[in-house]
C-alpha cells in the first residue's frame, strides 16, 4: 500500500491544517495545488470489516482529503461498498457484521466508545445505488425530513434549507414549482438529486456515495456526475464507482481495493497514469475486472 | 421434452390451478347465496330500526328487528379495534424492526400461543380479568375478549409486511441520522400503511364473526344499549341465538343478521382500502414492483 505519507499531522484536530511539502511524485508536476489543499477531514486506521468471521477489508489505513472527491474502484466483492459503509457506521445494523481499527472524522474516532453512531451519521450522509426518495413524501418533504424529523418546526428555516439544498443539488430550477408533489413523479436522474439534497439539508461534513450513478442512464449521470464537480467545494465526498472513467472525470483521488485491502492509494491521475502497483495497473488497464 | 408436450404440461398445470381455485370459491358462493335468499326476505325497515323486545312481539306481529344488534356490534368490535391495532401494531414493529430485542422470543411464544387459542378461551379470560372485577357482564368486557382474538393476527400481520418493506427506505432514513424509532415511524411505517390497515382489516373481519368470545361477556341484551358498562348485543351471537330459537319470524331474521355482518365486514374492508390508498398505497406498490437488489459486498 502506497500512499503519499508525507504529511504529518498532528494528533489535535485544530493542527489539523497540514503544511506538507510537496515533494512527492505523485501530483504529476501540473497540479498546482498549494499546500492547504491537503486538508485531512478523514482517516481510517488499521479498518477491517467482518461479516461473522470473514473478514471483508482488511486493515485499511487510508486519507480522505477535505473537499475533494475520493473515489474507491476495484472488482466487484473486492470490499469498496464494505469499507464505504464502515465510514458512518451504517454496518452498525448488519447483523454479525463487526469493526476493528479506526475511523477518524477531523480527528475523532467514529468507533471510539460514547460516540453516538446517530450522530456520525449526521455528519456523514450517505446517497445510495438507487435513489431511495421516501416514497410517502412530497418533494419538499423528503429533503427537509431530515432536520424536521430531527425536532426543526420552524417553517422558515425549512424553506431556506430546502432551496439551499435543492439548489446545490442542481435540482431547484426544475421543481421549484411543484415542491408539493409527489417524489415519484420525478425521473430517475431527478430523485437521485433529490437524495443528494436531502442529505444536503442536515449540512454533512462528508457525503458517502454508493455507486450513485449506477441505476441511471446517461443523461442522469451526467447530471450527477456535473454535480459531484460542484458539490466538493462544499462537502467532502467519497464515491464508489464501477465504472473507472468516472474515477478519472470526476475524482482528485482514487483508491483501488482488491480483495478486501487497500492496494493503492494516490491523485487520480497518478493513479491512472503511472499506477506503482502492478495489481493497480492490471485493473487499470483492463486486465481483469 | 418436445415443444408439444411442454405445453401439454403447462395447460395440464394452469387447469389444476383453476379447479383447485374453483373448489375454493364454490362453497364461498353457496354460503353467500344460501344466507341471501334465506335471509332477504326479512330484511325490512324495521329490521334496521326496531329492537328484538320479547318473543311475544314476533308472535303477535308486532314491529322487531335487531337495530340494537348492529348497533352492539358496531361499538364492540370498533371498541375491540381501538384496543387491539396499537398493541398489535407495536408487538408487530418490536417483531421486525428490533428484532434482538431480549423480549422478541417471548414475544413470539405469546402471539402464536394466543393466535392457536380457541376463541372461546379468550371469552374466559376476558370473564376472570373484566367481568368478575367489575361484577357484571359489560360491552367493555366483550371488546376486550374480542381484542384478544385480533392481537396476534395483527401482529404478525404487521410484522409480515415491515419485513418486505425495502429495506432502502430504512437506509436513507438513517442516513439522515435520525434514531430508529423515527425512521420506523415516519419513513418505515407509512410506506407500508396499506398493508398495516390490511392486516388490522383481517383481524376484524375475523373477530367481527365471532360469538363464542361474546358469550360470557358482553353476554347480549334483547333491547337496545348505548352504555359499555352494560350488557350489550351483537349480531354473531343474537344469530345464534336466533336460531336455535323455537320461532319460524326468528330463524330468518338470524339469516338476515348473517347478510348484514357480511356487509358490515365487507363495507369496512372497502373504506379502509379507499382511505389507505390515497397516499402511501400506490407508491409503495411501484417501488416494490422493482425487484430488491442487494447492496451488501464482501
Known sequence: ?289 | MTLKTRYLRDRIVVSLLASMTALVVIPLCVIIAYVGINGIGALSWDFFTEELGSPARAMQGRPTGLAHSIVGTLIIDSLAVCMAAPVGIGTGILLSEFPDHPVNPILRVLTSTLNGMPAVLMGMLAFSLVVKPMGRFSALAGSFALALVMLPIIARAVEGVLNITPWSIREAGLALGLPRWRVTLSMVLPAAKRGVVTGVLIAFARAAGEAAPLLFTSFGNNYMNTNILKPMDTLPQRLYSLAISPYRQWHSMGWAAGIVLMIIVLASFAAARLLSRESAGLHIKSDRSKKPESNKEV
Open chain 1, 1 to 289: 500500500m502506497h500512499y503519499a505519507q508525507t504529511e504529518v499531522y498532528a494528533e489535535d484536530p485544530k493542527e489539523q491544517v497540514l503544511h506538507l511539502e510537496r515533494k512527492e511524485d505523485d501530483s504529476a508536476g501540473e497540479e498546482s495545488a498549494s499546500a492547504a489543499d491537503r486538508i485531512l477531514r478523514m482517516e481510517t486506521q488499521n479498518l477491517s470489516v467482518y461479516y461473522q468471521e470473514v473478514r471483508g477489508v482488511d486493515r485499511v489505513d487510508m486519507p480522505v482529503y477535505a473537499d475533494r472527491v475520493t473515489a474507491l474502484i476495484g472488482p466487484s466483492g473486492c470490499g469498496k461498498t464494505t469499507f464505504l459503509r464502515s465510514l458512518n457506521r451504517m454496518h452498525d445494523l448488519t447483523k454479525g457484521a463487526r469493526v476493528t481499527g479506526k475511523a477518524l472524522l477531523d480527528g475523532k474516532d467514529i468507533y471510539a466508545p460514547g460516540q453516538d453512531p446517530i450522530l456520525v451519521r449526521r455528519k456523514i450522509g450517505m446517497v445510495f445505488q438507487k435513489p431511495n426518495p421516501f416514497p410517502t413524501m412530497s418533494i419538499y418533504d423528503n429533503v427537509s425530513s431530515g432536520l424536521r424529523l430531527a425536532g426543526i418546526r420552524k417553517r422558515s428555516i425549512l424553506d431556506e434549507a430546502v432551496e439551499y439544498s435543492l439548489t446545490h443539488a442542481a435540482l431547484w430550477n426544475e421543481v421549484k414549482d411543484r415542491l408539493k408533489s409527489h417524489a415519484f413523479s420525478l425521473s430517475g436522474g431527478q430523485q437521485q438529486r433529490l437524495c443528494i439534497a436531502r442529505a444536503l439539508a442536515v449540512e454533512p461534513e462528508v457525503i458517502l456515495m454508493d455507486e450513485p450513478t449506477s441505476s441511471l442512464d446517461p443523461k442522469g449521470t451526467a447530471s450527477i456526475e456535473e454535480l459531484i464537480t460542484m458539490l466538493k467545494e462544499e462537502v467532502t465526498i467519497i464515491m464508489v464507482t464501477h465504472n473507472m472513467h468516472q474515477a478519472m472525470r470526476i475524482s482528485d483521488y482514487t483508491a483501488f481495493f482488491y480483495l478486501g485491502s487497500l492496494i493503492e492509494f494516490g491523485r487520480t491521475k497518478q493513479i491512472f497514469t503511472h499506477p506503482r502497483e502492478e495489481k493497480t495497473e492490471e485493473y487499470v488497464g483492463g486486465q481483469f475486472g
